[in-house]
Each structure stands twice: as C-alpha cells, then as structure tokens.
C-alpha cells in the first residue's frame, strides 16, 4: 500500500507520517530530505532543484512497493500532477494508494508552527509564512482523507488512520 501524505508546511503531515510509518513498520519517503541531499549534491543548498526531488522519491517508493512493503510519501504535494503521479507509482506496483490531505484549521497555530519550527534535515531552509500561505496549492476535490493537526494530536491522528484503513480493508485487522 502507498499512503500518500501531502500539505502546507507546518500543517503537521511530517509528524503525524513519521507517527504512522513507525507504527507501521513502514518505509517512509520524505521529499525535503531527497530535495536537500540533491542540492547539497551539486554544492549549491539553494539551488531550485525542480521536480527532481519528487522523481527521484517515485522511484524509491515503487522500488519498496514492488517489494511488498507499505509506503509513507512525504511531501507538499501541491499539484495534481504531483499526486497523479503518486497514483501512477501505486498503479505501476499494483497496490492500493490512500491520499491524506494534513491541515491546520487554525491559522494562528499553523502561522506559529511555520515560524518557530527547527529544520531536521541539514542545509534545509523551511519557508516563511508568507510563501507558505502564497504557494500554489491545487485543491484535492473528494480524494483524500483529512486530518486536522488544530484539533486531535498525532496519537489520536494516527489511530484514526489506522482504524479508517483497517475498516476499509487497506490494513490487516
């Protein structure tokens, strides 16, 4: 199973995915980690490395997948390109891809954790609130499954994930 995670930065979805790989014994996939090792690659941690990042986490979750392992990808996912290419990395692996859509119903909360978050990944510049509330953000229409960060905390979060996909037959009981 691929379990695609996406979000504003410092909506949560980093914490909670991180939760739920390890309770699942998951391979988790972390797009900012890819994005910074290529950037650190080339000497340049500033360097805008396009959708490279995203291409190179696809073909590391389809490599675990078609292992038989469950996948946790990490990102923003902004785009529908860029979650259309998550379903396709499922479809190729012939396993089943739930969508969760990580959010911060209080805008208050969402703007401090963007302001006052450590980065965990070395080199990594974390974006400021004004591009976070300015990136293009595609809306996901009916797709995924919402977790509000503002109202449960990640243990609850990550029950409640694990009880929906259990009760619809995507984790063994």
Sequence with gaps: MLIIFGGLPGSGKTTV???LAKRLGAVYVRVDTIEQAIRASGGDPARDVGPAGYVVAYGVAEDNLTLGRVVIADSVNPLDITRDAWLAVAARSGVNAVEVEV???DKIEHRRRAETRKTDVEGLVKP???????REYDD???RPIIVDTAVRDVPEIVEALIVTL???RLLPI
């Design 103 to 105: 959010i911060c119903s």
């Design 17 to 19: 995915a991180r939760a």
């Design 140 to 142: 996901w229409g009916q």
């Design 128 to 134: 400021t609130w004004q591009e976070t509330v300015e």
């Design 166 to 168: 259990r009760s619809d």
